[in-house]
């Protein structure tokens, strides 16, 4: 069984930085797309960041281009979040697909972890 759990979350000031964290187990992370998606309540869930190892790309929603950096080794991914907005404020999921491309709708996506809570307010 696929499963993934995040971590990292919490309430940073305007400015700072996170590192969030998705651990996974029953899935190798070499086969499929790895995205970050947020969600704030009242609006649809939105793709934040993606990687593939198809062709070792990834991709960032243009609101958080030049700040957020996706990353992974062996068993983990990571979103490295730097000069946060309060509009970044959001709960954060990780999710995979069985295919091989990075996709932007959530309702491709197979498995979700449960979530970690980001705040940023001063």
């Known amino acids: 069984q696929v499963q993934l759990v995040e971590s990292g979350g919490g309430l940073v000031q305007p400015g700072g930085s996170l590192r969030l964290s998705c651990a996974h187990s029953?899935?190798?992370?070499?086969?499929?797309?790895i995205a970050w998606f947020r969600q704030v309540p009242g609006q649809e869930r939105e793709i934040v960041s993606c990687y593939t190892t198809t062709d070792g790309s990834s991709y960032y929603a243009d609101s958080v281009k030049g700040r957020f950096t996706i990353s992974r080794d062996s068993a983990t991914v990571y979103l490295r979040m730097d000069n946060l907005k309060p509009e970044d404020t959001a709960v954060y999921y990780c999710a995979t697909q069985f295919g091989k491309m990075c996709l932007t709708s959530p309702d491709i996506y197979d498995v979700w972890g449960r979530g970690t809570q980001v705040t940023v307010s001063s």
């Open positions: 029953g899935i190798t992370w070499d086969d499929y797309p």
